[in-house]
């Protein structure tokens, strides 16, 4: 897997990502939708998720609770740029072999 530091890094260098973990680093309170409507798409989803979204060692991860609340995951707000190569990481693992799409999916999510 991806070191953290680089993460970090790739998440700051991500324009969709970069002004909602500024923000979150800066703040713990939402910006203002006046704050973030100049911003692209991605970036607003990403505001959309604000109370779900936590930085853990400078990185950003949104935390998904099943909806019985008995399961709660971890998830990697992974930067564009490195989405190939975690699907590849992922789909090539030596746990597994070759996935199909469903299961290479699945696996990413975990």
Not at 42 to 67: C, F, M, N, P
């Amino acid at each position: 897997m991806i070191p953290s530091n680089e993460v970090q890094k790739a998440q700051l260098e991500d324009p969709a990502i970069r002004p909602i973990l500024e923000k979150k680093l800066n703040s713990k309170d939402r910006p203002s939708w006046q704050e973030i409507a100049p911003e692209s798409l991605a970036t607003k989803r990403y505001w959309a998720l604000w109370d779900s979204l936590h930085i853990k060692d400078g990185v950003l991860y949104r935390k998904w609770e099943s909806d019985d609340v008995c399961s709660c995951r971890w998830q990697l707000i992974l930067p564009k740029s490195r989405i190939q190569e975690v699907l590849r990481e992922t789909d090539d693992s030596a746990s597994g072999g070759h996935f199909g799409v469903m299961k290479t999916l699945s696996k990413t999510r975990e």
